[in-house]
């Protein structure tokens, strides 16, 4: 049973440009939630998605977009690319349709991104 | 506002020796309590929750923690340290989110070096 996976798994781009990270959550599971981690922190929420919409976002600026298909993968896009968009961002996956709040999240090993 | 405090960046542990990582919270409702493990170049693993009920929660490879609400305190231990269990360390507070699951919120992680 295929766990999370991402790709690419590491990337750089130079300021301004735009980019697309793409996950594929864990067999059975329909929630994706996609996190930011800048070197020494902890993950950043960006936001969720289920049911190909977007349910929850964190603090951070519309250049952060996200989509979600019918077979539950999902993309983050970033725009106009800053250094401070430097770094590991993680797919989580989760299911919903289990109900209640299971806290079970299962994280992808993440795609590096480096911006020059 | 909802915060993981985690106190000590970087902690090193003799093999075999006993283990403590400590946490803070801060959060309105009860808490959703997670640890997760980091190891260079992996995702994050789930290694223990807390939802409710017995306040000493027992999770995978060995590790415990315990639930203590008048400290706002979920700190995590380990009686004898492996050198695999070296790695990076994090807590969490899951926020709930209209009746099913929210985002999870970290601390800045604790960094475990194990020494032979």
């Known amino acids: 049973d295929a766990g999370v996976t991402q790709s690419p798994t590491h990337l750089i781009k130079t300021r301004g440009q735009q980019v697309t990270l793409r996950c594929s959550p864990k067999?059975?599971?329909?929630?994706v939630s996609w996190y930011q981690q800048a070197l020494g922190q902890g993950p950043q929420f960006i936001f969720q998605?289920?049911?190909?919409?977007?349910?929850q976002r964190g603090n951070f600026p519309d250049r952060f977009s996200g989509h979600q298909y019918p077979n539950y993968s999902s993309e983050l896009n970033v725009n106009a690319l800053l250094l401070g968009d430097s770094a590991l961002y993680l797919c989580?996956?989760?299911?919903?349709?289990?109900?209640?709040?299971?806290?079970?999240?299962?994280f992808g090993e993440g795609s590096r991104l480096t911006v020059l | 506002a909802q915060s993981v405090t985690q106190p000590d960046i970087h902690i090193t542990v003799s093999e075999g020796a006993s283990l403590e990582l400590r946490c803070n919270y801060s959060?309105?409702?009860?808490?959703?309590l997670f640890w997760y493990v980091q190891s260079p170049g992996q995702g994050l693993q789930l290694l223990l929750k807390?939802?409710?009920?017995?306040?000493l929660v027992q999770g995978i490879k060995g590790f415990e923690a315990e639930f203590k609400r008048s400290q706002s305190s979920f700190n995590l231990r380990k009686p004898s340290v492996h050198w695999s269990d070296a790695a990076e360390y994090f807590c969490?507070?899951?926020?709930?989110?209209?009746?099913?699951?929210?985002?999870?919120?970290f601390g800045k992680g604790t960094k475990l070096s194990v020494k032979p």
């Open positions: 998605y289920y049911e190909e919409e977007e349910r």
């Open positions: 067999s059975g599971h329909d929630t």
């Open positions: 989580a996956s989760s299911d919903r349709l289990a109900g209640g709040w299971t806290g079970e999240l299962f």
């Open positions: 969490a507070v899951g926020a709930h989110y209209g009746g099913s699951q929210g985002n999870l919120i």
């Open positions: 807390y939802f409710s009920g017995d306040t």
């Open positions: 959060y309105g409702a009860t808490p959703y």
